[in-house]
């Protein structure tokens, strides 16, 4: 039941195994941008200074990666996803976001679950900006999803109308990956897939 300590099938470890399916990306920040686009009324696009400025939302929650590792009280710091509604204004047949990061790792989120008020653009964790392997220069976090759904090294954001699979999704993973439900696998049926897990990290 939420609220309880432990999630179903989820065992606290203390450091973060990182997994970079495609390698960790090179970062130039001179030419990155976040961009913001498909069914919106205003495109955008964001440098890292430009997000900077930005960021509104701190909080402490806990990391839950579908494998069935957690981290416990993580400190967020970034931009709540709110905000680039607001700023963007999805049209009304808006239902999904698909997103893709700087490797090309995909994934579609449910526009409900980035309205919840913890989900966040995050450019910091625990006080510090976000180490290269935790996704600089900024990710997604949406505490009550499994973390393949949070997406690292964060480049496009694009509205859409219709749900398509991802990256983890076309390999069976579930369409919205709900901690709380144990949404782990489409129709509650899978195995885990081998993840290239290129070191760990503290918190």
């Known amino acids: 039941m939420e609220g309880s300590s432990t999630p179903p099938g989820q065992k606290y470890i203390p450091k973060f195994i990182i997994y970079a399916e495609f390698g960790i990306p090179k970062i130039d920040l001179e030419s990155y941008r976040l961009i913001v686009e498909g069914l919106v009324e205003k495109r955008l696009e964001l440098t890292y200074d430009e997000l900077k400025l930005m ?3 701190e909080y402490v929650s806990d990391f839950h990666c579908v494998t069935g590792w957690s981290i416990k009280d993580v400190r967020w710091r970034g931009i709540s996803f709110s905000r680039i509604i607001d700023r963007a204004k999805p049209l009304p047949e808006a239902r999904y976001v698909y ?3 700087l490797d090309g790792y995909t994934t579609t ?3 409900e679950d980035l309205k919840n008020d913890k989900a966040i653009i995050v450019l910091e964790i625990n006080d510090k900006p976000l180490s290269v392997e935790q996704g600089f220069p900024a ?5 009550h999803l499994y973390g393949w759904k949070s997406a690292k090294w964060l480049h496009k954001i694009i509205f859409i109308d219709r749900y398509i699979d991802g990256y983890w999704e076309e390999r069976g993973y579930h ?3 709900r901690v709380w439900e144990e ?3 489409k129709d509650y049926i899978g195995k885990h897939k081998t993840r290239k897990i290129v070191g760990l990290q503290n918190i």
């Open 99 to 101: 997103v893709v990061s």
């Open 55 to 57: 960021i509104d939302t």
């Open 139 to 143: 990710r997604l976090f949406v505490p």
């Open 175 to 177: 369409e919205r990956g």
């Open 109 to 111: 989120i449910d526009l």
């Open 183 to 185: 949404e782990r696998f």
